[in-house]
């Protein structure tokens, strides 16, 4: 497996890099195939942060699914045990989703991978980062999973139904909402 650990406007110590290394594999442990894991290090500079110093991002890709967590403290090691706790929680939620849905015998076959690619484009002073990425054909419980596994308020993606693309979104209620073109 490829761990990757780099740090933003940080320098990340050797044995806190090693720590990050281990816990990583540990909890990467529940997926055979995960093979690439980042790990991202970044320090606010503010002393009046209140949700803390440190933050570490976890990105890898777990059968098909994209899966990211964050975490923000005011230790690096802090930051990276909690990111670290709350990935094989998502891994571990990850993989009884994907048991159920065999036991199901209903969408057995995940789709493959979405990379997405950042590219900042500095033509417009609102836009400061730009994803791009393949959407292929997912149902809507494929879409949720992906959401949530990513962390994210909303999922773009290509319904396999309609063969649409749609929007799925959380409510302020905590419900989700979907949004189709008529």
Request: hydrophobic content about 35%; overall charge negative; proline content about 3%.
């Amino acid at each position: 497996m490829n761990v990757r650990i780099h740090g933003r406007n940080t320098e990340i110590a050797d044995d806190v890099r090693d720590l990050a290394h281990e816990k990583v594999e540990h909890a990467s442990r529940i997926f055979d195939d995960v093979t690439s894991v980042d790990v991202e290090f970044s320090e606010n500079g503010n002393p009046r942060q209140t949700d803390g110093r440190y933050r570490v991002e976890i990105t890898s890709n777990a059968a098909g699914q994209i899966v990211r967590v964050e975490s923000d403290a005011f230790d690096a090691r802090a930051a990276l045990d909690t990111a670290s706790d709350k990935y094989e929680r998502q891994l571990r939620r990850l993989k009884e989703r994907l048991i159920q849905r065999s036991r199901k015998g209903s969408h057995k076959d995940l789709n493959p991978a979405v990379d997405p690619v950042d590219d900042l484009h500095d033509r417009d002073a609102v836009i400061v980062k730009r994803k791009r990425f393949a959407m292929r054909p997912m149902s809507v419980e494929e879409a949720v999973l992906q959401m949530e596994m990513l962390g994210h308020d909303f999922f773009v993606f290509l319904d396999a139904d309609t063969g649409r693309q749609s929007v799925l979104y959380y409510r302020r209620d905590g419900d989700l909402g979907m949004i189709e073109p008529e």
